[in-house]
């Protein structure tokens, strides 16, 4: 059998500019819309599709990216000249920090919708124990 996550949905308050925001970010592209929908596709086909909601409130959302060291540097670059704030964890309890989970590198930021939005170079659990 073989499964493969092929699309999430993504609520905002306006998804030109979150989709927009994400691809700029990740260095991908808003694609063009398709139905309600704006996707940002990334590498491994799976897209991100922005529906907007008229909703006062957002339920904050966690969207992990698995990324190469060199894309990692230069994600991270563009982070910081964004001047967004960015965390070492999830919790958002380490600001200016990223973390070595896995003996890689990670860190969370947050989207115009509040979502969680994290870069990783190792996938959880891949790194030396007690890493």
Do not use: C
């Amino acid at each position: 059998m073989s499964v493969e996550l092929n699309h999430t949905i993504v609520a905002a308050h306006d998804k030109k500019a979150s989709a927009q925001f994400i691809a700029d970010l990740l260095g991908l592209e808003a694609g063009p819309p398709y139905g309600p929908f704006l996707p940002v596709e990334t590498h491994n086909g799976v897209t991100l599709d922005y529906l907007e909601t008229d909703a006062p409130d957002i339920s904050p959302q966690h969207y992990a990216f698995l990324v190469s060291e060199a894309d990692f540097d230069a994600i991270f670059a563009r982070i910081k000249a964004a001047g967004l704030t960015y965390w070492a964890d999830p919790y958002h309890r380490l600001p200016g920090e990223i973390n070595h989970n896995d003996s890689g590198r990670g860190t969370y930021f947050d989207d115009p919708n509040g979502h969680r939005m994290e870069i990783l170079t190792r996938p959880y659990g891949s790194g030396a124990p007690g890493t």
